[in-house]
């Protein structure tokens, strides 16, 4: 009887597995995408996330930040653009243009 339970067990857990990945999906496909690199539209979202924490940093130094817009314009240019609410609770616009290479090229507060 203990013999019988072992392959439907396995079996159980291969049929689980596919749950894991998907209808249609790879189960590997998951292991192998970040081994390999990813995907290009999760580089995408790396370059824009990188965008808003060093635009979020630059403009901390006015203020607390509220990121609205995150916006890739080119291959090597990220646009982003929220408030600051100042120090004396004025609030202020801020636009912040940042390159692929790390840099923002250009910060400037309305």
């Not at 999906?25 to 808003?52: C, H, K, Q, T, Y």
């Not at 609770?89 to 243009?97: A, G, N, Q």
């Amino acid at each position: 009887m203990k013999n019988g339970i072992l392959p439907v067990l396995v079996a159980g857990t291969m049929l689980l597995g596919g749950c894991a990945a998907g209808v249609g999906g790879s189960p590997l496909g998951g292991i192998f995408g970040s081994v390999l690199g990813g995907n290009v539209r999760n580089d995408n979202d790396r370059f824009e996330r990188a965008a808003a924490d060093a635009c979020g940093r630059e403009a901390a130094r006015y203020g607390r930040v509220a990121i609205s817009d995150v916006r890739q314009t080119s291959r090597d240019i990220v646009r982003v653009d929220g408030r600051v609410l100042t120090r004396d609770r004025y609030e202020r616009r801020f636009s912040c243009i940042f390159r692929s290479d790390g840099r923002i090229v250009d910060f400037r507060v309305d």
